[in-house]
T-cell receptor, first 116, second 116 residues
Framework: AQSVTQLGSHVSVSEGALVLLRCNYSSSVPPYLFWYVQYPNQGLQLLLKYTSAATLVKGINGFEAEFKKSETSFHLTKPSAHMSDAAEYFCAVLYPGYSSASKIIFGSGTRLSIRP | EPEVTQTPSHQVTQMGQEVILRCVPISNHLYFYWYRQILGQKVEFLVSFYNNEISEKSEIFDDQFSVERPDGSNFTLKIRSTKLEDSAMYFC??????????????FGPGTRLTVL
C-alpha cells in the first residue's frame, strides 16, 4: 500500500539549531515527494518538491530535503532554525501514473516548535 | 501571484443541514481537488475533478457529498446532510496540465466547517 510516515509528531529545537524532520515512504515505483508547511490558522504552502530530477532539493525559507531511494526517505532539514519556522510540516507523496488524478497522500504531520 | 481562494473561511451549521463550500481555483488550472483535515489528524483526499466529472474519489466521499463546477471559475463541494463527524478543515486544490508545474497541487487557505 502507498503510504508516507513522519517520525515524530512533535519536534522542538532551539533557535539557531539544526532542524531535521523525518519522512519515509513506501512505494514500489518512484514517487514524487513534497513537503508542505501549515502555519497556524492558514492553508498548506508548498515548501519544496522532488520529481525525479536532482536528489537534493532546495525550497523556500532555507529548507532543503534529500531523496534517498535506498532508504525510501525524504527528510527535511534547515541548518539554523528561526522562530518563524514554528508550524506544522507535512510530508506528502504522489504516484505519477497510478491514476490520472494523481491524488496526494499526506503524512500525519510534525509540529515544529522553536525554543528561544 | 495567482492563488486558490476559498469561501467562507469558517462555516457553522446544524447537523442535518446542507452546506456548500466554495473554491476559486487558479485560472488556467484544469484539475481540481478537495481534501479534508479533521482536527489533529492528517490531511485526507476526498475527490478529484477534471473535464466536468469526478476522476477519483475516496471512501470518505459517499452519497452525501457532491462536487460541481457551476461556471468557469468556481468549484464547489456540497454536503447534503451534515453530520457531526463532518466537522473539519476542507481544502481545495488545483493543478495545471501545462508548463513545468504539472505535478504540483496548489492549496487554498481552507474552510473550517463546524457541525453542531
Amino acid at each position: 500500500a502507498q503510504s508516507v510516515t513522519q517520525l515524530g509528531s512533535h519536534v522542538s529545537v532551539s533557535e539557531g539549531a539544526l532542524v531535521l524532520l523525518r519522512c519515509n515512504y513506501s512505494s514500489s515505483v518512484p514517487p514524487y515527494l513534497f513537503w508542505y508547511v501549515q502555519y497556524p490558522n492558514q492553508g498548506l504552502q508548498l515548501l519544496l518538491k522532488y520529481t525525479s530530477a536532482a536528489t537534493l532539493v532546495k525550497g523556500i525559507n532555507g529548507f532543503e530535503a534529500e531523496f534517498k531511494k535506498s532508504e525510501t526517505s525524504f527528510h527535511l532539514t534547515k541548518p539554523s532554525a528561526h522562530m518563524s519556522d514554528a508550524a506544522e510540516y507535512f510530508c506528502a507523496v504522489l504516484y505519477p501514473g497510478y491514476s490520472s488524478a494523481s491524488k496526494i497522500i499526506f503524512g500525519s504531520g510534525t509540529r515544529l516548535s522553536i525554543r528561544p | 501571484e495567482p492563488e486558490v481562494t476559498q469561501t467562507p473561511s469558517h462555516q457553522v451549521t446544524q447537523m442535518g443541514q446542507e452546506v456548500i463550500l466554495r473554491c476559486v481555483p487558479i485560472s488556467n488550472h484544469l484539475y481540481f481537488y478537495w481534501y479534508r483535515q479533521i482536527l489533529g489528524q492528517k490531511v485526507e483526499f476526498l475527490v478529484s475533478f477534471y473535464n466536468n466529472e469526478i476522476s477519483e474519489k475516496s471512501e470518505i466521499f459517499d452519497d452525501q457529498f457532491s462536487v460541481e463546477r457551476p461556471d468557469g471559475s468556481n468549484f464547489t463541494l456540497k454536503i447534503r446532510s451534515t453530520k457531526l463527524e463532518d466537522s473539519a478543515m476542507y481544502f481545495c486544490a488545483s493543478r495545471s496540465l501545462a508548463g513545468k508545474d504539472t505535478d504540483t497541487q496548489y492549496f487554498g487557505p481552507g474552510t473550517r466547517l463546524t457541525v453542531l
